[in-house]
């Protein structure tokens, strides 16, 4: 199976929520009136793809009808596509990593959101494209997280610094950066927490483990990577404003969105945060995290 003919399996329960419907909405439809839009409204909501963006489509095709732009409703599918390609690509920013030199990623996320398989899958790609890759267990409060980890690494041939657990994660993380100063001149991956006993506890943490990060090589961490699981629909928007908010994040990866009809929540990052989403997760497969493209991912789920 191609990459394309993947994405698109991976995000059939999203399709199938939105083209499925989209197409039920539409066929047949000879007036493009009120009843229509409201319909339109709830379905794109239903979605995932948040209050702005409905709002901004449906006064877009609004306008075009006053405008006698648009007679037909076949036509707001593809009002649909060119406004979803238009919000997409300006999240659309691969991650650039130099070749021969280090470069630190700092991976944060709830416990649940996919975050340390995500790391292995991520180091499976990064060696297929040549970088050396050497893994921090940072998480070091969650039963079992050192050796999800050390299972990971074990896999994509990837060597795990760490510590015993209910260690202090900064100490683990100032091991990996003497592994640097002494010539590493890959990529690091930092796995952190993703649950303390409050949000301020957990925040205060990865604070932490920046700034040990920041003192020990100035510059890095050079990518604060956000894992989202895509599940969850608006509450992952909720968790990246609180990260974004706390800790600061340079990107996104937007997980597991082969099990779930809200891959719309794309839309919505796009649209509230305009935080680059540099890759997502449309499988179980090792290479099924890939890197996110906007015309490829509307096309899978419009076409």
């Known amino acids: 199976m191609g990459l394309f003919d993947k994405l698109k399996a ?31 409204e709830e379905l794109l909501i239903t979605a995932d793809m948040g209050p702005q963006f409905t709002h901004d489509l449906i006064d877009d095709v609004q306008q075009r009808v006053k405008r006698k732009e648009l007679q037909d409703a076949s036509q707001i599918k593809s009002v649909l596509q060119q406004r979803m390609i238009a ?3 300006q999240i659309e920013r691969p991650l650039v990593i130099p070749k021969n030199q280090p470069f ?10 996919g975050k340390t398989t995500t790391i292995g899958k991520l180091s499976n790609l990064l060696r297929n494209d040549c970088h050396d890759v050497l ?10 997280a050192i050796e999800q980890l050390e299972v990971w690494g074990k896999r ?5 610094i760490k510590q015993k657990m209910n260690a202090d994660p900064a100490a683990v993380v100032f091991d990996a950066i003497g592994k640097i100063k002494a010539g590493f001149n890959g990529v690091v991956i930092v796995d952190t927490a993703g649950r303390l006993h409050t949000r301020t506890n957990l925040m205060e943490e990865l604070k932490k483990v920046k700034r040990v990060i920041s003192r020990e090589l100035p510059g890095a961490p050079h990518e604060i990577l956000l894992v989202l699981d895509a599940t969850t629909g608006q509450n992952a928007v909720m968790q990246a404003k609180m990260f974004k908010e706390d800790i600061g994040v340079t990107g996104i990866v937007l997980t597991k969105l082969d099990g779930t009809s809200k891959g719309g929540v794309v839309v919505r990052i796009a649209g509230e945060l305009g935080l680059p989403v540099r890759f997502i997760g449309v499988g ?20």
């Open 135 to 144: 893994l921090v267990a940072a998480d070091t409060f969650r039963a079992a």
């Open 87 to 89: 919000i997409l690509k």
């Open 10 to 40: 991976g995000l059939a329960k999203t399709r199938e929520v939105l083209t499925m419907d989209l197409d039920d909405l539409i066929l047949g439809k000879k007036v493009l009136d009120q009843s229509l839009f409201d319909e339109l």
């Open 156 to 160: 994509v041939s990837v060597p795990v």
């Open 104 to 113: 630190v990623i700092m991976a944060i996320g709830v416990n649940g959101s």
């Open 284 to 303: 179980e497969g090792l290479d099924d995290l890939r890197p996110f493209d906007s015309k490829d991912f509307t096309a899978a789920l419009l076409d």
